[in-house]
Each structure stands twice: as structure tokens, then as C-alpha cells.
């Protein structure tokens, strides 16, 4: 009697356990899931509106000789290989400066460095593009500076372009991630440094040996977030250069956008592309994974 | 630490804090000069704020784009807190094997890029304009659905749960409370900093959200935002101190979140990074 009672009560709340949980699951299936399927199955097909039809592996034939895609694909990992670990060495550096317990005007360093995070992707960017215009204030202040003679061409030079979007990611995102590291390193017990400073350990030697091994569990998160991020750039290239000029800093996410509803819409291709992006992240993120899991 | 050190120390910072703070300066600045004014390079406040304003007012509707963010931010934080917390409450206190499954697959979710799921997604509202009212392409619900449940905030609300005394569950039973009176009396009044930080969150990337407004939403008066804003910046002899104006207006609402609610904001995310 009494074990079969027990044995209701825990079927309850087994059951009262997926009642807490399944709308979640519900919708994620329905708006993450379901849609991934879809374009796996679109990704095979052509045509359009009504009239789509399979035609096996053309659309992932066409990537390899598309070579918009590949511009795309190449400014996409040029952003990433370069921006990224940029980035995380910077909010890595600056959580490390402003964790120093002896630091005055903690709070304010922190607050001015993470406040570019709470501009919206859209309106940093419109502003990042008219000071990075040809007459814009970034080149005024360089030649008021004299450190140029003829204003950089930011937005309408391929390589300078570049440079723009990489810039303006990093002074938007840097604060985000170092938001992630101070809390990490909060909660390294200060015990550790001072033992390694009485066995005559430099602070280089510290940061090497204690504070990158400790970190490594965030070091590993952030990456992978910066990653998936990067590998979806759209709001900024969008807004800032609109891909151009000729192409030079299109990144793949806009290619999507443009092949699905700023040309001539194809779907069935748009997906295929969709879908690079999708491979790239989860070669990534192993790679990621096995980099920080080896050291373990 | 040297003095030498000390000092390159306060440089870098200041160096970096002015950097980060400068294109704020620069954009309230600006909504306060002439057009003319800001393309000189003109860095000290002036007395046009009215006029941009005016030629805001005359020339877009920000009210109506106002309105329609804000009620599709309001909506999508209420309904993304409520879904996650719930699930996140529900991993974590109904912990069981088939359900951590559940849970790794779930965050599986986080790795789907939102360029492979926009064309589906557009298919699908396309499919509801047909079938369901006030479900289709061009709809508020059409931008709110697909984005209010994230596996993030539902992994930030069961890391956020790991450190909820579950022995208050216990005294609420022996009070007599049902199982979801438990989450609604006794969870949510305790996880108030969690709830803060994820509100947050969601606020900001709701009130943000760029791409999948501007595939969906395609009436001028429906516009978010960030559509305008998108908009006024692509025009092609631009009105700086005007744009400038709708910038500072527009980024008001998340500042004001931001600066109101920050402390939670810290010790919600220490909380749940481990």
C-alpha cells in the first residue's frame, strides 16, 4: 500500500515536473527545430512561391562556383579570425585591470565600458558610419592630429571598409564580454595570487598560470557566443556599408537576406547558403571545444 | 604595483572608458546642432534641439514607431519570462535524466543561426496570412512569436535556480501550497534579481531586434525602431542633427532600463555564470 502510493506521488510529480517545462519545448520545437528542417528540405529544392521542386544537390554544387557566396564566406572569416580574438583579449585585459582591488573609480570605468552594449546593433552602426565617413569627424580629428595628409577612405575603400566593421564591433561588444569575465573572476579566491606572489610569481606569470586556466570555462563560452555571433553578422554591414563597396565586407547573413527577399526571391538556394552557416558553427564550436578541453 | 605601472594602468582605462563613452557624447551633441553644424565637426552643444526635433515631427511618425517597439518589447519580455522561468524552474527542481536530455537538446537551439531560420520562418507566417487572422506576415504576433522563447534565458534561469534554497519548497508544501503555487508565492518573489536581469536582456534584444522585423513587418506604419532608425541613416542627403535626435530618443528607453535596474543586472548575471 504505502509503496504504491509512493509510487503514484512520484509519477505525479514527474508529471507536474514536464507541465513546468513544456511550453518551452513546444515553442522552441515550433520556431527553432521545425523551421531547421524545413530549410534542410528547401535546401534541395528550386523554383519559386508555390512552385518548388527537388533538384538534389544543384543548390550545394552551385556554393563551390557562386562566387559571391565564396566573397562572402572569405569577409566572414576575415572578421572572425581577426575580431574575435581580438576582442576577448581586450575585455580579458580590461576585467583583469578593473578587478585589482586597489583600483579607484571601479564602478565608473565599468559602467563607460559596457555602455556601448545597450545601443541597439542599428543605431551604432548609423552613427559609426558618419564618423567614419570621408568628411566624418574621425578623419577631421586625424588630419586636425596631422597623423594623416588625405582622409582615409573608411566605408568606400575594400580594405578600409573592413577595418570599419571590425572597429565598430569591437568598441559594441568588448564591455558585453567583460561584463562575463569579472564575474568569473570574482570568483577567484584572491588567496591563490597572493601565494604565487609569495613564491615570487610576476604578475605576467600570474595572469599566464592562474587567472587564463580559471577563466578558461567563460574563455570557452565567450568565444563560442562571439563566434556564432560574427558568423551572423548582418545589423552592422547592413547599416554601415551595405556589403559594399563591390561586395567587400557582404557577409554571409546578407547574402541570405538578399537572395530571399532583395532579388529575385530563391528560397531553395537562400537555405543551402543558410546552411554553410549552420555547418561552420558546429565546426567551430568543436574545435573550440576540443582546444580548451585538451589543457583540462 | 610601481607608480609607473600604476599610471599606464588609469591611461588605459580612461583611454578606453573615453572611447567607449565618445560616440554618446558625440550623438546628444549633435541632436542639439544644425545639420551643417555636425558635418564640420562642431563638438559643442548648441541651441537646435527644437528645430530637430521639429523637422523629426514633420518629416516621420516616431510616436507610432515608439509605440509599436514598445509593445512588442513589453510583450515579448512578459511572455519570455514567464515560459523560461517556468522551464528553468521546472529542469532544475524536476530534475530527472529523460529531462536533462530534454534540457541538452533544447540548447542545442542556441546554435541555430537566425539567417537559416528567416526564410522558413517568412514561409510559415506567409502560410498563416492565409489561414490564421492576425497570425501572418506583417502582424505584431509575426515578430513576437519566433523570438520570445530563447534556450538562453532558459539556461540562465536554471543556472540562476541552482542557488534557490529549495528547502522554502519544502515548507510551502507543508503549507499546504500546489505545486505551481509554489513557483508563483514562493520562486518568483525569491528570484526577483534573476527576473530583473533577465527582463533586461530580453528587453534590450526585443527593443533591438533588426533582422527579423525588417523580413516581417512590411507596412511603414507597423515599423519598429530599428527599422527607421535603419531608414533615416541610408537616406542620401542626410539630416544629421535630426537623425542624432531619433537616436537619443530611441536609445532613451533602453538607457533608462539599463541605468534604473543595473545593479540587479550585475548580480543576476554573477549568478548565473559558474
Known amino acids: 500500500m504505502k509503496n504504491q502510493s509512493a509510487a503514484r506521488l512520484r509519477l505525479n510529480s514527474r ?64 572578421f572572425l579570425i581577426i575580431q574575435v580574438p581580438i576582442m576577448i583579449l581586450l575585455s580579458i585585459f580590461i576585467s583583469v585591470l578593473l578587478n585589482d582591488s586597489k583600483l579607484k573609480f571601479k564602478g565608473f570605468f565599468r559602467t563607460a565600458i559596457f555602455l556601448p552594449s545597450v545601443t541597439s546593433l542599428v543605431a551604432y552602426s ?61 570568483n577567484i579566491d584572491h588567496s591563490i595570487y597572493e601565494a604565487a606572489r609569495i613564491d615570487g610569481a610576476s604578475a605576467f606569470r600570474q595572469f599566464r598560470s592562474i587567472t587564463i586556466p580559471l577563466l578558461k570555462p567563460i574563455i570557452l563560452f565567450t568565444s563560442i557566443t562571439s563566434t556564432i555571433g560574427t558568423l551572423q553578422l548582418f545589423d552592422e554591414v547592413m547599416n554601415i556599408t551595405q556589403g559594399g563597396p563591390g561586395n567587400a565586407t557582404l557577409s554571409i547573413s546578407q547574402y541570405i537576406y538578399n537572395l530571399s527577399f532583395k532579388y529575385t526571391p530563391n528560397f531553395g538556394y537562400a537555405a543551402t547558403v543558410s546552411y554553410t552557416i549552420v555547418i561552420l558553427i558546429v565546426l567551430l564550436s568543436i574545435i573550440q571545444f576540443k582546444v580548451a578541453g585538451d589543457r583540462k | 604595483m610601481t607608480k609607473f605601472k600604476r599610471f599606464w594602468m588609469y591611461a588605459f582605462l580612461t583611454a578606453a572608458a573615453i572611447i567607449s563613452i565618445f560616440p554618446f557624447l558625440w550623438i546628444v551633441i549633435s541632436a542639439t546642432n544644425l545639420s551643417k553644424d555636425v558635418s564640420n565637426g562642431r563638438l559643442l552643444p548648441g541651441s537646435q534641439l527644437i528645430t530637430n526635433l521639429h523637422h523629426l515631427t514633420q518629416q516621420i511618425n516616431l510616436g507610432q514607431a515608439l509605440w509599436n517597439s514598445a509593445r512588442i518589447a513589453v510583450i515579448t519580455t512578459v511572455l519570455a519570462l514567464l515560459i523560461a522561468s517556468l522551464a528553468g524552474y521546472g529542469f532544475e527542481v524536476y530534475r530527472s535524466k529523460t529531462k536533462d536530455i530534454v534540457f541538452n537538446i533544447l540548447l542545442l537551439s542556441m546554435m541555430i543561426p537566425f539567417a537559416s531560420l528567416m526564410v522558413p520562418l517568412y514561409r510559415m507566417f506567409a502560410d498563416f496570412s492565409k489561414t490564421v487572422p492576425f497570425f501572418g506576415v506583417d502582424t505584431v504576433s509575426s515578430v513576437i512569436l519566433p523570438t520570445f522563447t530563447t534556450a538562453f534565458l532558459i539556461f540562465f534561469f536554471r ?3 541552482k542557488m534557490f534554497p529549495k528547502e522554502l519548497l519544502e515548507a510551502g508544501r507543508i503549507d499546504g501550497l500546489s505545486e505551481l503555487g509554489l513557483f508563483f508565492r514562493i520562486y518568483m518573489p525569491t528570484m526577483k534579481t534573476t527576473y530583473a536581469a533577465g527582463a533586461i536582456i530580453t528587453f534590450m534584444s526585443s527593443w533591438n531586434n533588426y533582422l527579423w522585423p525588417l523580413v516581417v513587418l512590411q507596412s511603414p506604419e507597423k515599423r519598429t525602431i530599428p527599422l527607421l532608425i535603419s531608414n533615416l541613416g541610408s537616406s542620401y542627403s542626410p539630416d544629421y542633427g535630426m537623425i542624432m535626435a531619433a537616436i537619443v530618443i530611441s536609445t532613451l528607453p533602453t538607457a533608462l532600463v539599463f541605468f534604473l535596474m543595473q545593479k540587479h543586472f550585475v548580480a543576476g548575471m554573477t549568478g548565473s555564470v559558474k
Open chain 1, 15 to 78: 508529471l507536474t515536473g514536464w507541465m513546468f517545462i513544456i511550453f518551452a519545448v513546444i515553442m522552441i520545437c515550433a520556431f527553432y527545430f521545425y523551421p531547421m528542417i524545413q530549410a534542410l528540405i528547401l535546401s534541395f529544392k528550386t523554383g519559386t512561391g508555390a512552385n518548388m521542386h527537388f533538384n538534389g544537390v544543384d543548390n550545394y554544387k552551385r556554393l563551390f562556383t557562386d562566387k559571391v557566396f565564396l566573397t562572402a564566406l572569405k569577409n566572414t572569416c576575415i
Open chain 1, 126 to 186: 548609423v552613427v559609426f558610419k558618419y564618423m567614419f565617413g570621408t568628411d566624418g569627424l574621425v578623419n577631421l580629428a586625424l588630419t586636425k592630429l596631422h597623423l594623416i595628409s588625405a582622409p582615409i577612405q573608411w566605408i568606400t575603400d575594400p580594405f578600409w571598409a573592413k577595418i570599419t566593421i571590425i572597429i565598430a564591433i569591437t568598441w559594441r561588444w568588448t564591455g558585453y564580454n567583460m561584463i562575463f569575465y569579472l564575474s568569473g573572476l570574482q
Open chain 2, 159 to 161: 543556472q540562476s535556480s
